[in-house]
């Protein structure tokens, strides 16, 4: 789970540039917020992210136990295009990790999370 400051702009950003699904998003009026799940799939049982907005709050501070969200791709030079292309914010370009072999890149998302995509 993490906490955005627009979750339209956000859910914009996981579908449009990620594709991602939107499962389901609901508001808890009581509590004064709004819950968005997505996945990979929409017939997932269990979503792969869930999205917090608290109503009224537009930004965060960045933890420092927070690192970055990471996920698994089958093309990163592909993917990383298409991000590209979609005007996402690709931080690192990828290539090789430093002493691995392991082929990574790192992207931004509207509230300034990291996300890095290793190629499998």
Known sequence: MIR???????????VNILNLKL???????????????????V???EPFLELTYNWGVE?????????????GVKDIY???EEIREKGG????EPGPMKGSKSI????QDPDGYKIELLQR
């Open 78 to 80: 592909g993917i990383c």
């Open 59 to 71: 930004k965060y501070e960045m933890g420092t136990s927070f690192g970055h969200i990471a996920i």
């Open 23 to 41: 499962i389901r998003k609901t508001d808890y009026p009581s509590g004064k917020f709004t819950l968005a799940f997505l996945s990979f799939d």
């Open 89 to 92: 914010k690709i931080i690192r």
């Open 4 to 14: 955005v400051g627009n979750l339209e702009e956000s859910i914009a950003f996981y």
């Open 104 to 107: 990574l890149a790192f992207i």
């Open 43 to 45: 017939e997932d049982k």
